[in-house]
């Protein structure tokens, strides 16, 4: 009998990407960007959510020569837990001789593709320093074990000493990249230690998000009163935060590219290769997206006739029947101010007055979760009562304000449909049916009632596989396939299912050889014990979706199997 390396090697090449979290906005990047690329090359790309370093995994200790080619490594599996290089190494050292390639920090001997974090950093705090003039800076940071925390922290010192401002420890908060971190970080720096700042730096964008809200909560507004940036430019809160771009999806199609290279030994392959960021500006550090300030054509000289002020009153009310009575619990005197700032902008040449009005109202709009739309009604109706007020030379510049406001209220808008969007999508995690599946009074009943719904999700292609026990330290010898979805057919399976190999993780007759696929595959973990693990075809549904049906499978399947030791 052929070795199953060598022949699925013959038939396709496969690489496993290893992640810890496919939650993660940044791991979901690379996977869309490793995926890309092993498409079109004609590869397999298995993805291996695996617990920590410390932690026992079957899942991620079963990557071998037998199912893969290569390996791929987000490195922050590791150093989130990991601060030891020396361990890191010896980490990647278990997966030797294939070949592998890290995405993140670089290591010496190691083939890696990571973001010029570095320069990113300075650039965000070079923009609150240099464009707004902030020297009050507080700094939110990740973890300490993590090296790019780490890196992110020291340039915030660094950029602090090389314009002469003083580095206070007491601006300094802890954080776990985590949403809730941020707002906890924020507790920390205005109402345990009472510190006044004028700018907050996250180390990154979830952290940001948290910290909005919690200034927020408190009345401190964003960015009229604190200034806040991120770092990732990938968080889901909708907030219009400037921060720093990271190339994630190009990290995971230039390691997939690397890794391929390293498999067909293609001549000369680099140690390391950096991938650039970009700085994103937007409204959270107090400039306007370039959206909104690209929408104004060039100004003409501001008219000096007081032709508005006759109209204010019947523009306020007017403004007023416009909103449609949806905004009673927007500062009554809104319309007054509204008013107010359109004149300063148009007949006293005081350029962004009406934009800031309408921001900081929008703000408030936003962190209601109220809708946004119906402030195009009240610009609608500011313009045609307004504009029979307006000296001749005045039309041109308020027809400019109108329009940058539309676009402004248009982002706001699309944030809070976002964020409604996501809300959606948690509800329908919660309450999608489960009961057929919990009802289930084998393993045969479950993976067949399991299968019938992934059609109609969009997944086409699963597989589960359970570990037999016991086994010795973390990894099974036997694994047995109780679950084959194949394009909408479920492959019948005799008794318990099929008996095979662990180190296959899977049987290799199952993967289709007229294509490439890609695997998510996810633990089957059920109290910190290591069932199996179960493999979906990547396809265009949400991510929570995979690891929501990850854990309906799990829970019932917990009844029928002893798992293995692993886990304890």
């Known amino acids: 009998m052929s070795d199953p390396a060598q022949t699925q090697s ?41 617990s920590s370093v410390h932690d026992r995994c079957p899942l991620r200790d079963l990557i071998n020569p037998a ?38 920090d670089p290591f010496e001997k190691v083939h890696s593709v990571t973001v010029n974090n570095r320069a990113g950093m300075r ?36 950029m602090l000493e090389q314009h002469g401002i003083a580095f206070d420890p007491e601006l300094v908060a802890d954080g776990n990249w985590g949403h809730s971190s941020g707002a906890t970080a924020i507790y920390t720096l205005k109402d345990l230690r009472r510190r006044k700042f004028e700018a907050v730096v996250a180390a990154n964008d979830a952290m940001a998000g948290g910290a ?8 401190i507004r964003v960015p009229m009163d604190v200034a806040i940036v991120g770092f990732d430019n990938f968080d889901g809160t909708g907030y219009a935060l400037t921060t720093i771009d990271q190339p994630v999806y190009e990290m995971g199609r230039r390691g997939a590219a690397m890794l391929l290279d390293l498999i067909h030994n293609a001549g000369d392959v680099p140690m390391q290769v950096t991938l650039p960021t970009e700085l994103i500006v937007r409204r959270s550090c107090g400039c306007f997206e370039n959206e909104v300030t690209h929408a104004a054509a060039p100004a003409m000289p501001a008219s000096k006739l007081p032709l508005l002020a006759v109209r204010r009153e019947a523009i306020s009310q007017a403004m007023l029947r416009a909103s449609g009575g949806k905004l009673t619990d927007v500062a009554p005197e809104w319309p007054e101010k509204l008013f107010a700032a359109f004149q300063r902008e148009v007949s006293d040449g005081k350029r962004g007055e009406l934009l800031s009005e309408f921001d900081a109202i929008l703000l408030q709009e936003w962190m209601e979760r109220r809708h946004s739309d119906t402030w195009q009604n009240v610009v609608s109706e500011l313009r045609r009562e307004a504009l029979p007020g307006l000296a001749k030379n ?32 948690l509800r329908t995690t919660q309450l999608m049916d489960v009961s057929a599946v919990f009802a289930s009074p084998d393993i045969a009943t479950l993976a067949a009632t399991f299968a019938e719904k992934l059609p109609r999700l969009g997944i086409e292609r699963c597989y589960a596989v359970v570990f037999e026990g016991p086994t010795t ?48 595959a996810l633990p089957l973990l059920k109290n910190g014990k290591h069932l199996g693990a179960i493999f979906f075809e990547k396809s265009n549904v949400e991510y929570y979706v995979y690891e929501m049906l990850a854990r309906q499978f799990c829970e019932p399947l917990s009844r029928f199997v002893k798992s293995s030791e692993s886990g304890t």
């Open 67 to 104: 199912n893969s080619d290569g390996v791929l490594i987000i490195s922050s599996i590791l150093s989130n837990f990991e601060r030891s290089q020396e361990r890191i190494l010896q980490f990647f050292d278990r997966y030797r001789p294939m070949p592998l390639v890290n995405l993140g």
């Open 473 to 520: 330290g973390a990894v099974p010898e036997w694994s047995r396939l109780v679950l084959a979805l194949d394009e909408e057919e479920t492959t019948p399976l005799d008794g318990e299912g099929l008996r095979f190999p662990a180190k296959q993780l899977l049987p290799p007759h199952l993967l289709p050889e007229y294509r490439a696929v890609t695997l998510l």
């Open 10 to 50: 013959q038939r396709r090449n496969s690489m496993t990407l290893l992640l810890d979290d496919i939650m993660q906005p940044k791991a979901q990047h690379v996977i869309e960007g490793a995926a890309d690329l092993t498409r079109e090359k004609g590869s397999n790309l298995i993805c291996a959510v695996a």
């Open 123 to 158: 650039d965000v705090i070079s923009h609150l320093i240099k464009v707004h003039h902030f020297h009050k800076i507080a700094f939110i940071r990740g973890p300490e074990t993590n090296l790019e925390a780490e890196m992110r922290f020291k340039v915030y010192q660094e």
């Open 212 to 219: 909005f809200e919690a200034l927020h909560a408190r009345g």
């Open 394 to 425: 005045a039309v041109h510049n308020a027809e400019n304000v109108w329009h940058q406001a539309r676009v402004l209220i248009d982002e706001a808008a699309q944030r809070v449909r976002a964020h409604q969007e996501s809300q959606h999508s």
